[in-house]
């Protein structure tokens, strides 16, 4: 029934996610023009509000939960498990505080309305994962603006998205090049939850009545520990919290 709902729905989300995006690509050029990086960043987190209001239109049940009071005026990073793009507008949104930056594939810098000119003029470390040099070039960029502009970071460790919710090892090369560069910056672990039942057939139909969930787990302070010591603590604590979830599901 989902997937029969899905063929009727996800036409009316997909005309509504697009038309946001093509709304605020011009939006955001002239925010960016008139405001600098402060009015481009408000333009961009209020796209990222509509485009999370969207998946309602899919029956979708979003839940974002954080009891932890995080630092502000201080550097984040957010390590996060990966199930689907449905991952990361809700996390632009609630992260808005934080100017949380993601680390993408260069590809996405062209051809996509809204998405590619924020992650061109936004901040983002845009890597082509064929060429290493370029890679670690552009991570390295991104912790040098954390540190100067008490930025954040979202970083998926495992590489790819889940296309079945399975965690897959962390890989620690990313994100132990930003710590090592920002050693005083907060690691966060966040769960993600369901993200890829909406997306199980493909981009066509979208699963309809799936619920979805963002867990913001216990911060951990990297101080007099490496990098892959914090970074496998995180995977264990997104890997434990994912696992309770199932067992209350």
Do not use: C
């Amino acid at each position: 029934m989902k997937k029969v709902l899905g063929y009727i729905f996800s036409p009316i989300h997909y005309l509504f996610f697009g038309f946001f995006l093509l709304l605020f690509h011009p939006i955001q050029w002239l925010s960016l023009k008139l405001g600098g990086y402060s009015g481009h960043k408000r333009s961009v987190d209020i796209l990222n509000y509509f485009l999370t209001s969207t998946y309602y239109l899919m029956g979708t049940r979003a839940k974002f939960t954080n009891v932890h009071r995080l630092p502000e005026g201080r550097p984040i990073l957010f390590i996060a498990n990966h199930q689907s793009m449905y991952d990361i507008p809700p996390m632009i949104w609630h992260f808005r505080k934080y100017h949380a930056k993601f680390i993408s594939k260069i590809e996405l810098t062209k051809g996509i309305p809204s998405i590619s000119f924020n992650l061109k003029y936004g901040g983002a470390a845009n890597i082509n994962r064929k060429d290493p040099k370029q890679s670690i070039g552009e991570i390295l960029k991104l912790a040098q603006r954390m540190r100067d502009q008490n930025w954040s970071a979202v970083i998926f460790p495992e590489g790819t998205r889940s296309k079945n919710g399975e965690m897959r090892a962390f890989a620690v090369a990313g994100a132990a090049t930003i710590l090592k560069k920002v050693p005083e910056a907060l690691v966060v672990p966040v769960a993600i939850k369901g993200a890829w039942k909406l997306v199980q057939h493909g981009a066509f139909p979208l699963s309809f009545g799936e619920k979805m969930s963002w867990t913001v787990l216990t911060p951990i302070e990297p101080a007099g520990r490496t990098p892959e010591a914090v970074l496998k603590e995180a995977e264990e604590a997104v890997k434990n919290e994912m696992a309770d979830q199932m067992r209350k599901a």
